[in-house]
């Protein structure tokens, strides 16, 4: 089998000697190289795709770049140039990995091809934004970030044995990615030629948001369903998950979304910490992908440390979850505003959606033993959500706590009753 290709992004007319260092630990693990070298300031030469070509593949020259003038509209330019021929690359098979390097303006070149590239690849980015905040530069896929610990300015004792270890974890990745696309590539010839063409199909995909206060209900409906033989993902709803299943669910053909934490939303509403911006929910219902909406985690919104959040909500009932999280109970009023978003969100769906409302609570914090607990909520909220609902979005009320197993086998059960497409209204 022919040795793996890693495609290497890193300007050179600032970062020759690390890049030389990074190309050889590279080789030496057993891969070849080919470097894009996205550089604006100087053609240094060597690379397998130089800057000239970056700039071709955007639509111009990189004369007419370097006139730009300005480093942001410069680096635009490349990042559009550098996309383009990555994905040509990658569609002719061309590499089984993508590292890059570099600071601010190289991670945000880096990162952006790798975000244009599908979930899988693997994807490793030595920056120095690493150590900071990296949401800008992950986004919603699957990205390594290695922090180098100094600049990525000459090479030291210490960022050596750091790109020594990036070098080796992205070639162990991109060889064991050569070796899963070569046996997919093999079976799926195998399977081409076969007398009998009746492939089983994949798994049916369903994606869950959801919350460490809601795991009890997410993991009973999680295996619910993949006994009954779907495919499940679970994302983690505290700003970036949720915006990840949106992507997921644009991207792939997926079953149905089952919304079972709403805190990104009520954090949108109120300001809160995991707040995921005014399009959060709304990927699978433009696709008309089935949905169910349960009110996990509506008892509480995410605060910082605790001053700071009694001071931007007073008067409330708090919990300290852990020195960085307060989380702030909702009252019935906050409770409606959550019901007016989530129904405004519904109103953009294309195809069936439904409630299942819990009457015993809606997280660990909202139960007997919880420090949210308010039994008096889940009823009259209910009732809000059922009289501003169009009559033909389905609302099922469940007699129990959203932990309780009750309550996800009926999660459960209104997922397979949705999937199987009957209709049903109030």
């Given at each position: 089998m022919a040795k793996p290709t890693v495609l290497f992004i890193a300007t050179k007319d600032t970062k020759e000697a690390e890049i030389a260092l990074i190309r050889s630990y590279v080789e030496e693990a057993g891969c070849n190289v080919i470097h894009m070298d996205p550089s604006i300031r100087a053609k240094v030469g060597g690379a397998e795709i130089p800057p000239d070509q970056v700039a071709?593949?955007?639509?111009?020259?990189i004369e007419d770049v370097r006139a730009i003038g300005h480093e942001g509209e410069c680096l635009g330019v490349m990042i559009k140039g550098a996309i383009a021929l990555a994905i040509e690359a990658f569609s002719r098979q061309e590499f089984s990995a993508v590292l890059s390097l570099g600071g601010s303006m190289g991670s945000a070149l880096g990162t952006s091809v790798m975000r244009a590239l599908p979930y899988g690849v693997p994807k490793v980015m030595i920056s120095t934004m690493a150590s900071g905040y990296t949401a800008p530069f992950v986004g919603t896929k699957d990205i390594i970030m290695v922090n180098p610990v100094t600049d990525v300015s000459g090479l030291n004792s210490i960022n050596r044995e750091v790109y020594r270890n990036a070098a080796l974890a992205v070639a162990g990745m991109a060889k064991g990615y050569a070796h899963n696309q070569a046996v997919l590539t093999v079976k799926d010839t195998a399977r081409a030629?076969?007398?009998d063409q009746a492939a089983t199909p994949d798994r049916p995909l369903i994606l869950i948001g959801t919350l460490g206060a809601t795991e009890q209900c997410t993991r009973r409906v999680r295996e619910g369903l993949e006994r009954r033989g779907f495919e499940v993902m679970i994302f983690h709803t505290v700003g970036r998950g949720g915006p990840t299943l949106d992507a997921i669910v644009a991207e792939r053909n997926v079953a149905a979304v089952l919304e079972l934490s709403w805190t990104e939303i009520v954090d949108e509403i109120f300001g809160g910490l995991a707040a995921a911006g005014p399009d959060r929910a709304k990927a699978g219902l433009r696709k008309g992908v089935p949905t169910i909406f349960a009110p996990g985690n509506v008892d509480f919104m995410l605060g910082g440390d605790y001053d700071d959040?009694?001071?931007r909500f007073p008067n409330r009932r708090y919990h300290r979850h852990n020195p960085a999280i307060t989380a702030v109970r909702t009252t019935l009023d906050d409770l409606k505003k959550i019901g007016d978003r989530i129904v405004e969100i519904t109103a953009e769906a294309k195809g069936p959606v439904r409630f299942v409302m819990p009457l015993g609570g809606y997280s660990y914090h909202d139960c007997p033993?919880?420090?949210?607990?308010?039994?008096?909520?889940?009823?009259?909220?209910a009732d809000y959500v059922r009289s501003i609902l169009p009559?033909?979005?389905?609302?099922?009320?469940?007699?129990?706590h959203i932990n309780d197993a009750a309550f996800a086998d009926a999660v459960v059960a209104e997922t397979l009753d949705m999937l199987s497409g009957r209709t049903t209204t109030r």
């Amino acid at each position: 089998m022919a040795k793996p290709t890693v495609l290497f992004i890193a300007t050179k007319d600032t970062k020759e000697a690390e890049i030389a260092l990074i190309r050889s630990y590279v080789e030496e693990a057993g891969c070849n190289v080919i470097h894009m070298d996205p550089s604006i300031r100087a053609k240094v030469g060597g690379a397998e795709i130089p800057p000239d070509q970056v700039a071709e593949a955007a639509g111009t020259t990189i004369e007419d770049v370097r006139a730009i003038g300005h480093e942001g509209e410069c680096l635009g330019v490349m990042i559009k140039g550098a996309i383009a021929l990555a994905i040509e690359a990658f569609s002719r098979q061309e590499f089984s990995a993508v590292l890059s390097l570099g600071g601010s303006m190289g991670s945000a070149l880096g990162t952006s091809v790798m975000r244009a590239l599908p979930y899988g690849v693997p994807k490793v980015m030595i920056s120095t934004m690493a150590s900071g905040y990296t949401a800008p530069f992950v986004g919603t896929k699957d990205i390594i970030m290695v922090n180098p610990v100094t600049d990525v300015s000459g090479l030291n004792s210490i960022n050596r044995e750091v790109y020594r270890n990036a070098a080796l974890a992205v070639a162990g990745m991109a060889k064991g990615y050569a070796h899963n696309q070569a046996v997919l590539t093999v079976k799926d010839t195998a399977r081409a030629f076969a007398d009998d063409q009746a492939a089983t199909p994949d798994r049916p995909l369903i994606l869950i948001g959801t919350l460490g206060a809601t795991e009890q209900c997410t993991r009973r409906v999680r295996e619910g369903l993949e006994r009954r033989g779907f495919e499940v993902m679970i994302f983690h709803t505290v700003g970036r998950g949720g915006p990840t299943l949106d992507a997921i669910v644009a991207e792939r053909n997926v079953a149905a979304v089952l919304e079972l934490s709403w805190t990104e939303i009520v954090d949108e509403i109120f300001g809160g910490l995991a707040a995921a911006g005014p399009d959060r929910a709304k990927a699978g219902l433009r696709k008309g992908v089935p949905t169910i909406f349960a009110p996990g985690n509506v008892d509480f919104m995410l605060g910082g440390d605790y001053d700071d959040t009694v001071r931007r909500f007073p008067n409330r009932r708090y919990h300290r979850h852990n020195p960085a999280i307060t989380a702030v109970r909702t009252t019935l009023d906050d409770l409606k505003k959550i019901g007016d978003r989530i129904v405004e969100i519904t109103a953009e769906a294309k195809g069936p959606v439904r409630f299942v409302m819990p009457l015993g609570g809606y997280s660990y914090h909202d139960c007997p033993t919880g420090r949210l607990y308010e039994p008096t909520l889940p009823a009259p909220f209910a009732d809000y959500v059922r009289s501003i609902l169009p009559e033909t979005v389905p609302l099922t009320e469940v007699a129990h706590h959203i932990n309780d197993a009750a309550f996800a086998d009926a999660v459960v059960a209104e997922t397979l009753d949705m999937l199987s497409g009957r209709t049903t209204t109030r």
